[in-house]
């Protein structure tokens, strides 16, 4: 199984706690467009032959992009690539950008799964994250998606931020339950190096939970979607049955993909590259036929540490054969460091497989480090 990740770093604007590759001049979308096709074609042997998966397109904002840039894009794949008839193909996607007639023309290109940008139902929420879209928006566009028929969904949601209280984080959980939406990724708010929220804490300009209150956010999401028929199968992911990201869980359990725009990472199993992050560069380099990319080789340790640290954010966790056919020394020694986390209820272990406990993942970072070689 492979998947296609396509990077589209372009913005409307800056949400305050948003760290990733985008800008929010769109002046080369074209450019970028044209430029991500020749990188598509100039390393269509990345992948082994095995059909494509998933497809997923990310950023920024991919859901700026117009009629004419999908089609380039979709042509290009469909020439390079052999996709699998069932393959999932998700749009990022910010409400605004979605109205019933932009949903109509992404149907119509084989995009059959929206991942949409909500992180609130609130608006004073999303005016706090400097969101380009507010509630009304929100509601609208599940609406809209499930009259133009497409009804595999994904909404994100943060919580931790200055508003926030129990109640309105309750209630963003009630809506998404009601919509029925299949799948849902709550996050909670993390203060990132460079982001315009970084400088109002650091200036005294905003405050945001303390984390005693971003724990009690997170058990309340497990409890609550729990309770919906939700199954919690990554740290920040839960999903109703039949609905997982079958392109995010293809990360976690290490298959390989290819990542095409600036700043896209790659993944072959014995690599991992990643790009430029840099808007004219990219595209400059890729005019000349170019693809500005940094590569690094993996050792054993890397793929053994990487899959710990992929691996024990889901309920499959670690499986101890793999661990052992990795590093038999480093899976043995780890089995007799477990008997403290086990007695705290942060980690389960039994004859196949390690696993975090729901108040393991609290603290799941730093008892994934601990377990690195």
């Known amino acids: 199984m492979s998947g296609i990740y396509i990077h589209i770093p ?29 990188e598509m074609a100039l390393r269509k042997n990345y992948l082994s032959d095995e059909s494509i998966q998933t497809i997923y397109f990310g950023g ?6 117009e009629a004419v840039h999908f089609k380039k894009i979709f042509d290009k794949i469909h020439e390079l690539y052999m996709v699998a008839d069932q393959a999932e193909v998700t749009l990022e996607a910010n409400p ?9 023309i992404l149907k119509e290109y084989g995009i059959n799964r929206l991942s949409v940008g909500i992180q609130s139902f609130f608006d004073n929420d999303l005016q706090w994250m400097n969101r380009s879209h507010n509630s009304l928006q929100a509601h ?10 497409i009804d595999n969904i994904s909404i994100d949601l943060i919580f931790g931020g200055l508003h926030a209280t129990e109640a309105s984080w309750k209630k963003n959980l009630e809506i998404a339950v009601e919509y029925k ?11 990132e190096e460079r982001t315009a929220l970084a400088h109002q804490l650091k200036t005294g300009k905003t405050s945001v939970a303390s984390e005693e209150k971003q724990s009690l956010f997170y058990q309340m999401a497990n409890d609550y979607l729990s309770e919906a028929g939700y199954l919690h199968y990554e740290i920040s992911n839960y999903s109703l ?4 990201s079958v ?38 380099s890729l005019s000349d036929n170019k693809v500005p990319f940094t590569i690094e080789e ?18 499959w966790g670690c499986d101890w054969v793999k661990l052992e056919a990795l590093n038999i020394d480093a899976a043995r020694q780890l089995k007799l460091e477990l008997a403290d986390h086990v007695h705290k209820g942060l980690i389960t272990s039994d004859t196949d497989s390690i696993r975090l406990t729901a108040q393991g993942q609290l603290i799941a970072d730093s008892i994934i480090a601990s377990f690195f070689i």
Request: aromatic content about 10%; charged content about 15%.
């Open 10 to 38: 372009f913005c409307k604007q800056a949400c305050h706690y948003c760290n990733f590759h985008f800008s929010t001049s769109l002046k080369l979308m074209d450019d970028m467009v044209d430029a991500i096709v020749i």
């Open 60 to 65: 920024g904002t991919p859901s700026l992009l």
């Open 96 to 104: 605004d950008d979605l109205s019933m007639e932009k949903i109509q």
């Open 140 to 149: 609208q566009v599940l609406e809209h998606a499930g009259k133009a028929g």
């Open 181 to 191: 939406i299949p799948h849902i990724s709550c996050y909670g708010l993390t203060i």
């Open 241 to 244: 049955p039949g609905k997982l």
């Open 247 to 284: 392109h995010n869980t293809s990360y976690w359990q290490q298959k390989p993909y290819i990542g095409l725009g600036p700043s896209a990472h790659s993944f072959n199993g014995t690599t991992r590259q990643w790009n430029l992050a840099n808007n004219p560069k990219y595209i400059e």
């Open 298 to 315: 993996l050792t054993s340790t890397d793929i053994y540490n990487e899959y710990l640290m992929t691996g024990l954010r889901t309920i």
